[in-house]
């Protein structure tokens, strides 16, 4: 297991700071160590031991499936749109951008002339 790694991006773009603008827009790609892992879990050597499913799940964080969410009336947290995805292989940022995109498109249609995409390369 010496020296794994798994490719991590993180797409952070606020639209309306919250009362605690600690957050900036930002775009990480990187790779992490990974720590520990068996059948179900990987855990990543970051602050927070992220623990990653290695199967679907709908509440966990897991391997190769960006999770996106887009907050918009949240008067203390910071509005704006958030990703992650820690996957095996490297993504393009292209197909991340489309990702976020058909998310938009999907579910908050009137959010698309507002957010800016470009910090994403």
Not at 60 to 84: Q, V
Request: include cysteine.
């Amino acid at each position: 297991m010496k020296n794994m790694k798994l490719h991590h991006y993180r797409v952070r773009i606020i639209r309306n700071p919250g009362v605690y603008n600690w957050n900036k827009n930002e775009f990480i790609s990187e790779q992490v160590e990974i720590v520990a892992q068996n059948e179900t879990y990987i855990v990543i050597n970051d602050w927070y031991f992220t623990k990653i499913k290695k199967e679907r799940c709908s509440y966990e964080t897991y391997l190769n499936k960006p999770s996106i969410s887009i907050r918009t009336n949240d008067r203390s947290l910071d509005n704006g749109i958030f990703y992650t995805l820690y996957s095996e292989k490297p993504v393009k940022p292209d197909k991340i951008k489309s990702e976020i995109q058909a998310k938009i498109s999907k579910d908050y249609s009137w959010l698309l002339g507002d957010i800016d995409l470009s910090i994403i390369k």
